[in-house]
């Protein structure tokens, strides 16, 4: 950066946030390493998962009752869940959150309904499979979470620093899907503008895939990021003006303070 008369001078690092980070990755990373308790060995044992998030940052799984994963929960709820982003480079150069938890079947009605729809809003495919007999949803209540966010940054957080508080925003989250449709119909130009002014990803045609008190969820193909509102928003008419206020200072090329804390 230059001063007043035009010299150049060394700019100020931004400080690294660990729990912004932390919770980004909590809602950004599409799939993770599930490790569950065998209960036949006692010992652990890790697969591949599809993960999405409840309003409040619980993690969504879609699992198979025929999976040995799925087996060894119903048996041992302790499970534990490693979030990582890849990259360019060495991978362990790259941030990764490992959560602690408890996880448990959500199959009653309206509670399968909600986590359906935010599973499927992040992964679209799994609407081939999503309703089959030997399907079900399962919620991940985070008890911890410790971020590795590269070489010399880490993090560690009890869950209320991770977790989104809902309990006054009963309005938007009832309103989410249809806020959903609305943003991806009649507001695509929009949507590639968050993504790219603020959090500087690529161009392309970026869709709304969930909306909570802290933030809005988007994705363009295997691509996603994730748009921090400046206050907690509780409410339909709250969440529009958050949303005219961010474009606008996007489209100005402003600073949006983000809701870290």
């Known amino acids: 950066m230059t001063d007043a008369q035009g010299v150049d001078t060394p700019s100020t690092p931004t400080p690294y ?43 969504i799984l879609l699992v198979s009752r025929l999976a040995a994963h799925t087996r060894q929960m119903e048996a041992d709820p302790r499970v534990s869940l490693l979030l990582a982003e890849t990259g360019e480079g060495d991978p362990l150069a790259h941030p990764r959150l490992t959560l602690t938890g408890r996880a448990a079947r959500a199959d009653d009605p309206p509670d399968r309904a909600e986590l359906k729809a935010r599973f499927l809003a992040k992964h679209p495919k799994a609407a081939l499979y999503a309703d089959f007999g030997d399907f079900s949803f399962w919620l991940v209540s985070i008890e911890h979470g410790h971020l590795n966010g590269g070489f010399g940054r880490a993090g560690s957080f009890a869950a209320e620093r991770l977790m989104t508080p809902i309990a006054d925003a009963a309005d938007l989250i009832a309103a989410e899907a249809e806020a959903l449709v609305h943003l991806n119909t009649d507001h695509k130009d929009a949507l590639e503008l968050y993504a790219t002014a603020l959090s500087g ?46 474009a606008k200072a996007a489209r100005e090329n402003q600073p949006v303070s983000g809701f870290n804390k």
């Open 17 to 59: 946030d660990a729990e912004a980070d932390a919770k980004r990755l909590l809602r950004c990373v599409r799939s993770g390493a599930l490790a569950t308790l065998s209960a036949k060995e006692g010992g652990p044992f890790v697969s591949l998962v599809n993960v999405a998030t409840a309003p409040d940052g619980s993690p």
């Open 201 to 246: 990803a690529t161009k392309g045609e970026w869709r709304a895939t969930g909306i909570d008190p802290d933030g809005l969820d988007l994705a363009c193909g295997d691509e996603t990021a994730r748009i921090v509102f400046p206050r907690h928003v509780e409410s339909p008419s709250a969440l529009r003006a958050i949303l005219a206020e961010i």
